[in-house]
């Protein structure tokens, strides 16, 4: 990756969500080869995979994702579970994430209890649970009206200043402005791939011979 704020761009239906759970490891590419740090995937074990998953990425689902009939701090608690953080440090993170997205007034709350702004923020916390250094959301402004919606931007932005790699994943043109890089995907394929800001493009970069060379390194 060259740039650790990446935003994937593309209509509904045009491999997006496919893109994330390659990119998180959440599925094998049926062709091609997905290095992850320097790691070819396809070979791994799944109990590997999910242990790699769980220890470095963190996930935000476009539908949230939380467990039902579950208070927002067992669901932060869930992937510290996985990872087997002893249960009081594990309670104690889960808190900390919960107060950091504003959620400190509603640890025993149940998703259903919540609303779709204050889900998303439980979900984000969540996703942080174990210090991923990189965060995959699909659509994670989706749901929510605009003003909530620029609170968690602002979370993402936030996290992204203390050094996490970000991947977003929207159908939302000005949302994709504000990040680094941003690649756009159609039926499938990358059609362009650029800056967010200067606007540099990086097409050439794919086009270019060196590209198919660097990438078998
Ligand atoms: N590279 C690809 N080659 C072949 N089929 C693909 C590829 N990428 C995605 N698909 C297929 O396209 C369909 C839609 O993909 P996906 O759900 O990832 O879209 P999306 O962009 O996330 O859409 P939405 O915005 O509605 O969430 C799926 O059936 C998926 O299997
Ligand atoms: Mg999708």
Known sequence: MFDDYWHIYGESGSGKSTLMNIIGALDRPTEGEYYFNGVDISKLSDKKLSKIRNSTIGFVFQNFNLIPRTSALKNVELPMVYGK???????SRAKELLDMV???????HNPNELSGGQKQRVAIARAMANNPSIILADEPTG?????????????????????????????????????????????????????????EDYSEIYNSEEWGEDNEN
């Open 143 to 199: 749901a929510l009206d605009s003003k909530t919606g620029r609170t968690i931007m602002d979370l993402f932005h936030n996290l992204h200043s203390q050094g996490k790699t970000i991947v977003l994943i929207t159908h939302n043109p000005e949302l994709a402005k504000e990040t680094e890089r941003i690649v756009t995907i159609s039926d499938g394929n990358i059609i362009s791939d650029s800056r967010g800001s200067s606007g």
């Open 85 to 91: 953080v002893p249960k009081k440090e594990r309670i």
């Open 102 to 108: 504003e959620m400190s007034s509603r640890y025993d």
